[in-house]
């Protein structure tokens, strides 16, 4: 039975509810409308079902969220389905806010009660991707597996600590408050304890910018640059040509309306970043670090002209921008969506910050997407100050647009 829509639930459901204020911005004539915020946005239940994973492209991209890898422990490919109905119930029941179901108080409540009784909107998502080792021998799903999903091999840089990479399913958890990501965690890793167990986490945040007359509203990430001006734009038919996995892509038939999913877990040595003069930092970027300016340029959204500057004596050529996106023709193929987020981990056994940039792209194909952008940027002078820790190759799956579907249905059929 679906329940009551209270009133404040519709209100913040339109997008009425404004952020922080805690007050109605609309129809309450005696108190004022808290003033705008860069942080301020409408709060919402996104809808969960659709031909692709919502929080992929939700905008605004959101201030919050973690990952969580798994190992599957199901023991068969039917244990493998449930755990997969599972997930969706719980997934569509949580981007819906549906009130948890009130028990016997002589059982223990079917939520932590983290969110109170009634969970406000928060603009919560989660993406369920897939690793290349869910295709192994334990399933029989070798022949299923997205053509270019491998295990995340050691690239240029990398330290990769096996602990803290791989893993058979990633949950994606967003929103815009940490609150309501670890209520979602914790209500997703309830539902599966049988069948799923947990290998690495990593959690950050996004604070939006003031997006000014000529910006963007991106946030800075933790080496102080603004990160995302020049992301592609999610609309549908930039997503369709970089992101999607089409039915035209020699990739098995499920995996059409998915994406393959990179996380990287990119730890900075910011104690070695803020020695480094400002001209050197804006350098390696190729972008001005206040404005977010391209060198020589004025304005964050002002785009960088390489043409006339051949020799790279306004951008280096080994500019970390201007090496992963030369804007060249060629190189238009290799746009690819990133929604990353900073994180902060405490400190290391030689008492460094532990902080960094948890990186996450969406792409069509993996070698033309990541890997292309990836093999331009080996050996780029930023490696100095950046060191790749964790992290994978995964399949983002496709959405579940019908009622009664539910994710990896097209894989497991
Ligand atoms: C800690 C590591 C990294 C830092 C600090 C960093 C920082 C930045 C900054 C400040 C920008 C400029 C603003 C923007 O357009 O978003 C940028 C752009 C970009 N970065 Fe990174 N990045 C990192 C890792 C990566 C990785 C691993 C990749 C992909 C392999 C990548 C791909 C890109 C791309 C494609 C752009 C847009 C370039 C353009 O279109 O002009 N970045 N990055």
Same mark, same amino acid.
């Given at each position: 039975m679906t329940p009551p829509i209270s009133r404040r639930r519709f209100l913040a459901g339109a997008g009425v509810l404004a952020v922080g204020g805690g007050a109605l911005a609309a129809g309450c004539a005696e108190e004022p409308a808290p003033a705008a915020t860069a942080g301020a946005v409408p709060l919402a239940f996104i809808p969960f079902r659709g031909r692709h994973q919502a929080g992929i492209t939700a905008q605004p991209s959101p201030a919050v969220g973690l990952m969580a890898a798994f190992s599957v422990l199901a023991r068969d490919r039917a244990e493998l389905a449930a755990m997969f109905r599972d997930l969706t119930d719980e997934i569509d029941a949580l981007m819906a806010g549906r009130p948890p179901e009130v028990r016997d108080p002589a059982y223990p409540p079917v939520d932590s009660g983290i969110l109170g009784p009634e969970?406000?909107?928060?603009?919560?998502?989660?993406? +369920?991707?897939? /690793?290349?080792?869910?295709?192994?021998?334990?399933?029989?799903?070798?022949?299923?597996? =997205? &053509?270019? @999903?491998?295990?995340?091999?050691?690239?240029?840089?990398?330290?990769?600590?096996?602990?803290?990479?791989?893993?058979?399913?990633?949950?994606?958890?967003?929103?815009?408050?940490?609150?309501?990501?670890?209520?979602?965690?914790?209500?997703?890793?309830?539902?599966?304890?049988?069948?799923?167990?947990?290998?690495? +986490?990593?959690? /950050?945040?996004?604070?939006?910018?003031?997006?000014?007359?000529?910006?963007?509203?991106? =946030? &800075?990430? @933790?080496?102080?640059?603004?990160d995302g001006t020049a992301n592609l734009a999610t609309d549908p038919a930039l997503m369709a040509r970089h992101v999607w996995t089409s039915p035209a892509d020699d990739e098995p038939g499920w995996t059409a309306g998915g994406s393959y999913h990179v996380v990287r877990v990119i730890r900075m040595l910011v104690e070695f970043w803020d020695r480094t003069p400002l001209a050197e930092q804006e350098a390696l970027i190729g972008r001005h670090k206040n404005s977010g300016a391209p060198l020589g340029a004025d304005h964050e959204t002002d785009a960088p002209d390489y043409a006339s500057d051949p020799e790279g004596a306004v951008t280096p050529l080994d500019a970390h921008i201007r090496l992963a996106n030369p804007r060249t023709p060629a190189t238009e193929r290799n746009l690819i969506l990133r929604r990353g987020f900073s994180y902060t981990r405490g400190y290391d056994g030689a008492g460094q910050l532990d902080q960094g940039l948890a990186f996450v792209s969406y792409q069509r194909s993996l070698e033309s997407g990541f890997l292309a952008v990836q093999r331009r940027l080996n050996g780029e002078p930023l490696e100095e100050y950046i060191r790749p820790e964790g992290g994978g190759f995964f399949f983002a799956l496709p959405g579940v647009p019908t009622r009664g579907g539910h994710l990896a249905e097209g894989l497991l059929a």
């Open positions: 969970p406000a909107p928060d603009n919560l998502s989660v993406i +369920v991707s897939v /690793g290349a080792s869910l295709f192994d021998e334990r399933y029989g799903l070798a022949d299923r597996r =997205p &053509r270019e @999903l491998v295990e995340m091999p050691f690239l240029a840089n990398d330290r990769l600590d096996p602990e803290r990479s791989h893993g058979d399913l990633l949950l994606t958890v967003q929103a815009e408050h940490s609150d309501t990501v670890v209520f979602a965690l914790r209500q997703l890793m309830r539902r599966t304890r049988r069948t799923l167990t947990l290998r690495w +986490v990593v959690d /950050g945040f996004n604070r939006r910018s003031a997006p000014g007359e000529k910006g963007t509203g991106s =946030p &800075r990430n @933790l080496l102080g640059f603004l």
